[in-house]
């Protein structure tokens, strides 16, 4: 225990002591006055607080015994009785020291005994009394020390859990690289003897994807500049994939570009908005991604001009869009949402909505669970 600890302990054992004397000081005063014989407080307070200051400097004893005998499971008649012997140890010892405190003091009376009969009398007075408090102070450390352990086996089941959920997370985020990876060197066997030089391009935007993806991988959460700057070298992949065919327009108000997002969140859910409009036509898809802070939330929505969730298409449920439910569900809770819906006319719209933080502050939502 540091020195801090033992000072703490001693403030509160006195403290203890001091308040247990005061309210047995104050029956005697008010028990003298009801039977009409009249006590001072100076002199119960004379008598009653060495005793139990006395109690204060064996607590430390009596905690250490209690804490080396533990009363429970089929063992405890056993333990039982070896508290009762220690009982009578501390309750003797107690007596002992309150004789030698309180004889020959001015106000004991007691100047006409001698030291010995003042602690023969003191056991016969006190003996019971002074088992029953060494039996609370079990009692108390038993208490401190069940409540210690159930903290102590929080604390591990939180860390644990923790552990188990970061270790989630970055599974799924694991998942998403070879998802994303696949999907890309196909998009270059399809190239690579048609249009060679394109398809080299795309190895390149690749291996610059695949380095910032890894970059990111640190943290959970990123400022939203941040993922759309990985964002960009996505688009750049698709871009000299599809050519012409692919228009994309990003929209984000400026108080949401140092909001926290989950790192790796744009990606997988445009490669959707992407597959899902252009793969359903021939011609130019167009893909809308925006950004806007509400009163306590940040909204993405990324909407796409392809055939919407109607009968024409099988609703877009894929692996990227499953992992992204998943990490969302583990960052923040029931406080997100991620929602696929028909746009106001053609399309399919992605909604998502978690909890507005700035990124790196104290107000993170990821520091503040």
């Not at 403030?11 to 005061?22: E, F, K, P, Q």
């Not at 009163?295 to 909407?303: D, F, N």
């Not at 969730?309 to 099988?314: D, I, M, N, V």
């Not at 819906?341 to 909604?351: F, K, P, T, Y």
Request: charged content about 20%.
């Amino acid at each position: 225990m540091t020195s801090g600890g033992r000072w703490r302990g001693f403030l509160l054992s006195m403290g203890l002591a001091t308040a247990i004397g005061l309210s047995f000081a104050a029956q005697w005063v008010i028990n003298g006055s009801v039977v009409g014989t009249s006590v001072a407080w100076s002199y119960a307070l004379a008598w009653v607080l060495p005793e139990w200051y006395l109690w204060a400097a064996l607590f430390p004893l009596v905690f250490a015994f209690s804490a080396r005998f533990p009363v429970g499971g089929s063992s405890w008649p056993q333990r039982a009785m070896i508290h009762l012997a220690l009982g009578t140890v501390v309750s003797l010892t107690h007596a002992g020291l309150f004789a030698l405190v309180t004889w020959r003091l001015p106000w004991a009376s007691i100047a006409h005994i001698s030291l010995g009969q003042l602690a023969v009398n003191l056991v016969r007075k006190k003996y019971l009394t002074n088992l029953l408090v060494y039996g609370a102070l079990v009692g108390m450390e038993h208490t401190l020390a069940f409540r210690r352990r159930e903290v102590e086996r929080t604390l591990r089941a939180s860390r644990l859990e923790g552990e188990l959920a970061r270790a989630h997370l970055q599974t799924l985020r694991m998942q998403l690289h070879p998802h994303f990876l696949f999907n890309a060197l196909h998009s270059v066997s399809e190239l690579i003897h048609r249009d060679p030089r394109t398809a080299d391009r795309m190895v390149s935007r690749i291996g610059d994807m695949l380095r910032a993806t890894l970059e990111s991988d640190a943290k959970d959460e990123v400022p939203l500049r941040q993922e759309l700057d990985l964002l960009e070298r996505y688009l750049d992949i698709e871009r000299v994939r599809f050519q012409d065919r692919l228009k994309v327009d990003i929209q984000i108000a400026p108080e949401c570009l140092d909001a926290a997002v989950p790192s790796l969140i744009l990606q997988p859910l445009v490669e959707n908005a992407i597959h899902h409009g252009i793969a359903s036509r021939p011609g130019a898809s167009r893909v809308e991604i925006r950004a806007e802070r509400t009163a306590t939330s940040l909204l993405l929505r990324i909407s796409d001009d392809g055939p919407g969730l109607g009968t024409e298409a099988p609703a877009p449920f894929g692996i990227g869009l499953s992992n992204s439910r998943a990490r969302l569900a583990q960052l923040y809770g029931q406080h997100q949402r991620l929602e696929l819906q028909n746009g106001d006319g053609r399309g399919l719209q992605v909604i998502l909505e978690i909890p507005f933080a700035t990124a790196g502050s104290e107000d993170a939502w990821s520091s503040a669970r």
